[in-house]
Nanobody
């Protein structure tokens, strides 16, 4: 199995930036695609971003394109999400995800996910 631990969440004003990190451990030798999902209370979990194992291909939710950047460092078994120009509607619990297929992450059914980190954007 794979264990994922997110960090870097917090409170920021609209227009500010945050950088989320996800440390992976366990069976990380598997060539997993990775990504980020987010969820707010009483709303459906939604896809945010994903990246291929090599880092050569990235995918984003339309509303975050141009503002968020996903990246990974396989040597450190770490995934990142740089979030700029944050908006109040970005407020959510952000979950790191890993899966054999990018489509599984895009459809918010990854094989593995972390405990989540809270991101709050104030007006």
């Amino acid at each position: 199995q794979v264990q994922l631990v997110e960090s870097g969440g917090g409170l920021v004003q609209a227009g500010g930036s945050l950088r989320l990190s996800c440390a992976a451990s366990g069976r990380t030798s598997r060539n997993y695609a990775m990504g980020w999902l987010r969820q707010v209370p009483e709303k459906e979990r939604e896809f945010v971003a994903a990246i291929s194992w090599s880092g050569g291909s990235t995918y984003y939710k339309d509303s975050v394109k141009g503002r968020f950047t996903i990246s990974r460092d396989n040597a450190k078994n770490t995934l990142y999400l740089q979030m700029n120009s944050l908006k109040p509607e970005d407020t959510a619990v952000y979950y790191c995800a890993a899966s054999s297929f990018i489509a599984s992450i895009q459809n918010h059914i990854p094989e593995y996910w972390g405990q989540g980190t809270q991101v709050t954007v104030s007006s």
